[in-house]
Every structure is written in structure tokens, then in C-alpha cells.
């Protein structure tokens, strides 16, 4: 009898895998941190020996930590940090350069040329603006910066793959080169309406279409793995990318189902069905996961900083000794005083769009504390978030009736209450808050039989903390508009 569903979760900082049960509870974790690479001013690389490595390495010690073996696990599903990059060798499996990062900016400049001349051809066929943060410029850079690499993939001699890809490539030994339709739906080089690569993108990245791998479903069979590798040989039967996975596991797959995670930044994924939406907004679309052959699409849109302005006060003010400590003391005062913080540390994104603008503390008096300070940097995080959302609502046309939270920020439970006093509807923040690695293990248990009924399965664990909110319509109308007048001081609108 086979005891657990192995979730990979291969992370931008860290890999983790987390064992979970046949009820779709996690029964044992482990996570390993790998080094960052950093060539350049905003350039970033990953070793991916390391990447490798570290995931096989958390895989062993969370089977140690259960008091388990490779034979107990059932299957194996890959979630995995989106977009980045890598091209290596079809005969010897080397990679010929880094992975290239999501985070990297090496090929802005090209992206903006791009952009200027072919963005909205771009984003017909792909649903993204044309930025250097999806795979397709970065896989030109390789080909046109290792010496004989563009010669070679057009011979068909290299392939290239996000994380997941690579790691079902090199956990198969080279049997499977698959990706899934979240992860393709990344590369700017995936048609998201006929589900296909496309010939005439892969002409405008330069990218030999032969390097690009077959697509299927986030759930479906990926291949078996080496024993050498895992101890046994066991089946590969979900690839997602991150962000898909947290919606699934969050359960967000009818049409306006949300989810927000809270993390470093914020990622905000809404299932919006059978309808590609058009923003107006410069949200982005993609593609859901699942099991069938034609996935949902999403509507996403994402906050650079926002539990990253939480780390700033704890490591570069020392206002705060923990992050955790950051609630007690949003706590201690009935309000911010009149403060507003706007984390534009690197800019701002959806919806304001400006990259050059930056932060400001905003309303301090003689009367301003440090708790004043806190409880508006963690309001930011709300209020960035109630401006996606409402981007969101704008470009669907409809309102949504509850949030989905999850992500390292979402244990801050006044964080919480004041996003569901600024929504106006519920916020629901799951028992298991390890959203993106149950929605792998989901993906998986269900593609090979482990699981039988998602909903069920997600059940298991227990009803989801509901912060209803509480605020009245003069108190939030108040605040949003003090909001919007910050923002009208930083931006350059
Ligand atoms: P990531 O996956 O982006 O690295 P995590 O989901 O692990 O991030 O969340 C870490 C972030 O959440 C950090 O920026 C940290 O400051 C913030 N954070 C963690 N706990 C809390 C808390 N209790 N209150 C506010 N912010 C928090």
C-alpha cells in the first residue's frame, strides 16, 4: 500500500518537498535553501546542480523525517518557481548556461524594443505584456551568448524547459521533455487560445521551435523516475507552476474564485472560466491548473512589496525584533494616526504601473509612533491588494464574493481582518496554509487514483479561519480615499 503523495515544491529561494496522506494531510516537510547568484546588477542566476540537489536532498529528509521510503510514495508532483530558464545539452543532459531567474532584467532593454513594436500582437496570442520577467528573451540571450549554442538547438541538439520541465527530464533520465500548460502559458512563447506553441513568437525570440517541449495537462503522467535517483522508481503525475498550484489548492476553479498570496510580494489569481479577459488594466492572463485538455484561464495581477515592507522595518529600521511581532503591535493603537505608508520600493505595479516612482511615509506628527508606523506598512499590504482586486472587478464586470488568503504574511491576523474591512467580503485562510505544494500533491493524487474527490480531500484538514469584515462603509470609505491621495503624491500621474 503506498502511503503519500510527494510534493515537490522547487521555490525561487528554497527547495521543499512535503509528504501528504491519503486524507491530504502533510505528514512530514523539508526545505533547503540554495545560493543566489548575482553576475550582475539585476541579473539572476541559479546553479541548477543546486536546484537539482537541494529538492532530491529535502525528498530523503522528509521520507527520513515521516519514517518512510521511496516505495511508500505513491507519486511525485512538481510545483515550481514560473519562468525561469534553462537550456541544456540532449545527449549529456549538462545545462549550457544558469538557469536564468524569473527576477532577471538582463533583457529589459530588448523587451521594451518589443514591446514598442509588437506588445499588442504579443499579448493577443499569449495574454502577457512583453516584459524580461517571462522565459522567452532569456532563452534568446543563451542561444545568442553561448558560443555554438544557437547553431546546436537549430541541429535539435539543446532543449529548454522551466524548472519543472527540467526536473522531469532529468528524473526520467532523459526519457520525458513535458511541460504543462501553466508553465507554458509563462514563456510568452504559448499560444493560450489554440494551446500551442507558436511559430511566429518563436521567430520573434528566436527560439528554434524544436528546443520547446510537449505540453500537457498540470495533472497527467510525466514519466517514471529513475531509481538511482529516488530510491524507486516512481511516477511523475503533476507539473504546475506555483502560483496555478496555489489556486488549485486553494480550490479557486470556478469562474471568480480568488486567491491572494501573501508572501515576499503579492500574487493575485483569479479563475475566470472559459473567458480570456481583456485588462484594462495591465493585468495579465493565463492559464489554470487541471486535469482535462483544456484548462481554465486566469486573470493575475501581482504587488512587488508587500511583506517585504514588513522585513524592511524589522531589518533595515529595526522596529520591529520578528515579523510576527509586527501584529501585536498594529494592535496596540486604535489607528495609524493618519500615517500611510506606500512600499513603492521598486515602483509600483498593477494597476498604477510606474517603475520609477518610489516610497514614502506619509502624515508622520509629533504623535506618530513606531506601532503607527507598523500598523500602516501592514494596512499597505491590504490596500495594494484592494486596488488589484478592484482591476480585477473592473475588467470582469462583476464583484467578488470572498478571498482566498494564504502565503508566509497571511498568519497576521489583523493583516487579515483589515483586507476583509477594506474588501467588504469575507476573507478565507485555509487550515494548511502550504497552498502550493497541496496543490501539486491534489494534481497528482488525482491524476493517478490516490485521490478520488479534491473537495474532499481539501476538506480533511479542517474548516478555513473566515474573517468577516466589520468596518462600516464610512470608516473604509475614509481610508481608501486617504489611500488614494497618498498615492497621488508618489505617483507620477
Ligand atoms: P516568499 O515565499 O515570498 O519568500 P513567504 O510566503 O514565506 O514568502 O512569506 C514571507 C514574508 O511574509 C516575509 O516578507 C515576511 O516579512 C512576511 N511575514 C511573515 N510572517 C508575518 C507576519 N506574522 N506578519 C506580517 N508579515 C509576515
Not at 558560443?147 to 546546436?152: G, I, L, V, Y
Not at 529516488?230 to 486553494?250: C, E, H
Request: net charge neutral; aromatic share 10%.
Amino acid at each position: 500500500m503506498k502511503k503519500y503523495i510527494a510534493a515537490f515544491d522547487q521555490g525561487t529561494t528554497s527547495s521543499r518537498t512535503v509528504l501528504f496522506d491519503g486524507a491530504g494531510r502533510p505528514a512530514a516537510s523539508a526545505q533547503f535553501e540554495f545560493p543566489q547568484i548575482y553576475p550582475r546588477p539585476g541579473w539572476v542566476e541559479h546553479d541548477c546542480r543546486e536546484i537539482v540537489s537541494s529538492q532530491l536532498h529535502s525528498f530523503f529528509a522528509a521520507l527520513e523525517r515521516a519514517g518512510a521510503g521511496p516505495e511508500d510514495v505513491a507519486a511525485i508532483g512538481i510545483a515550481n518557481q514560473r519562468e525561469t530558464v534553462v537550456v541544456w545539452d540532449k545527449f549529456t543532459g549538462r545545462p549550457v548556461y544558469n538557469a536564468i531567474v524569473w527576477q532577471c532584467r538582463r533583457t529589459a532593454d530588448f523587451c521594451a524594443a518589443v514591446k514598442a513594436g509588437q506588445g499588442e500582437a504579443v499579448y493577443q496570442k499569449t495574454g502577457l505584456n512583453v516584459d524580461a520577467y517571462f522565459s522567452a528573451s532569456k532563452i534568446r540571450w543563451i542561444l545568442d551568448n553561448v558560443p555554438f549554442a544557437r547553431r546546436r538547438a537549430e541541429k535539435g541538439e539543446l532543449l529548454f524547459g522551466t524548472v519543472d520541465c527540467y526536473l522531469v527530464w532529468v528524473l526520467t533520465e532523459g526519457r520525458v521533455h513535458a511541460t504543462d500548460y501553466t508553465n507554458a502559458s509563462r514563456t510568452m512563447l504559448f499560444n493560450i487560445h489554440t494551446l500551442e506553441w507558436d511559430e511566429e513568437l518563436c521567430r520573434l525570440f528566436g527560439v528554434p521551435r524544436q528546443m520547446l517541449p510537449e505540453v500537457r495537462p498540470s495533472g497527467a503522467d510525466y514519466g517514471v523516475t529513475s531509481a538511482k535517483l529516488t530510491g524507486a522508481a516512481i511516477p511523475v503525475r503533476a507539473a504546475v507552476g506555483d502560483q496555478q498550484g496555489a489556486l488549485f489548492g486553494q480550490r479557486c476553479v470556478r469562474e471568480g474564485d480568488v486567491k491572494n498570496t501573501y508572501g515576499t510580494g503579492c500574487f493575485l489569481l483569479m479563475n475566470t472560466g472559459r473567458r480570456a479577459v481583456r485588462s484594462q488594466n495591465g493585468l495579465v492572463t493565463t492559464l489554470a491548473a487541471g486535469l482535462g485538455a483544456r484548462p481554465d484561464f486566469v486573470l493575475e495581477g501581482s504587488v512587488f512589496v508587500a511583506g517585504a515592507a514588513i522585513q524592511w522595518l524589522r531589518d533595515g529600521l529595526g522596529l520591529i525584533a520578528s515579523s510576527a511581532e509586527s501584529e501585536e503591535l498594529a494592535r496596540s493603537v486604535p489607528d495609524t494616526g493618519g500615517v500611510l505608508f506606500v512600499p513603492a520600493f521598486v515602483g509600483l505595479g498593477a494597476p498604477y504601473w510606474d517603475s520609477a516612482c518610489r516610497g514614502m511615509i506619509y502624515g508622520i506628527t509629533r504623535g506618530t509612533g513606531r506601532a503607527h508606523i507598523v500598523r500602516a506598512a501592514l494596512e499597505s499590504i491590504a490596500l495594494q491588494t484592494f486596488d488589484v482586486v478592484h482591476a480585477m472587478e473592473q475588467d470582469l464586470r462583476a464583484e467578488i464574493s470572498r478571498l482566498r488568503a494564504d502565503g508566509g504574511a497571511s498568519a497576521n491576523g489583523f493583516l487579515m481582518q483589515f483586507q476583509a474591512d477594506m474588501l467588504g467580503v469575507p476573507i478565507e485562510r485555509p487550515a494548511v496554509v502550504e497552498t502550493t505544494a497541496f496543490g501539486a500533491a491534489l494534481l497528482a493524487g488525482l491524476s493517478c487514483g490516490f485521490y478520488a474527490d479534491a473537495d474532499a480531500v481539501a476538506a480533511s484538514c479542517g474548516p478555513p479561519a473566515v474573517f468577516v469584515p466589520q468596518a462600516d462603509s464610512a470608516a473604509r470609505a475614509e481610508k481608501l480615499s486617504a489611500w488614494e491621495g497618498a498615492l497621488d503624491r508618489v505617483l507620477r500621474r
